[in-house]
């Protein structure tokens, strides 16, 4: 079997998870809340934390991409990035929006449109399909 990796080409995206608060006498407010990561640690043992991955990101096109717009699907993209579990326990478990390029812009907010694969269940390659998040 071919060993799977994700490949040279890198995109810079940022993943937000969605937290839902009550105030008594003022109701509940979401947020979206940056996921960020433990990489490593100072020298006095102080955390360092990121909220930046970097991933594949191939967009549809060809037959792929005009069935995905008779389904309504808009900017449909394949996203492959190395395994991160907090990221992918998010994916799994939550609501999560994907920022390309990091940024919060319209143009560049995205949302699931497939489940997210552990590849292999091997901890190395998560991958999964994402749409363009319209607000209605």
Do not use: H
């Amino acid at each position: 079997m071919a060993k799977q990796q994700v490949k040279c080409a890198r995109t810079l995206i940022k993943f937000a998870e969605q937290s839902t608060s009550y105030t008594a006498g003022g109701g509940a407010s979401t947020t979206w809340e940056t996921i960020k990561v433990r990489v490593g640690t100072n020298t006095d043992g102080t955390p360092i934390m990121t909220d930046c991955f970097y991933c594949e990101w191939l967009g549809s096109y060809g037959a792929v991409a005009i069935q995905q717009q008779a389904d309504n699907v808009i900017r449909p993209a394949r996203v492959r990035m190395p395994f991160v579990r907090r990221i992918y326990d998010a994916l799994v478990n939550g609501d999560v929006r994907i920022y390309l390029y990091g940024r919060t812009d319209a143009a560049s907010v995205f949302v699931l449109a497939s489940a997210a694969d552990n590849y292999l269940n091997a901890n190395k390659m998560l991958e999964f399909n994402v749409k363009q998040y319209v607000a209605r």
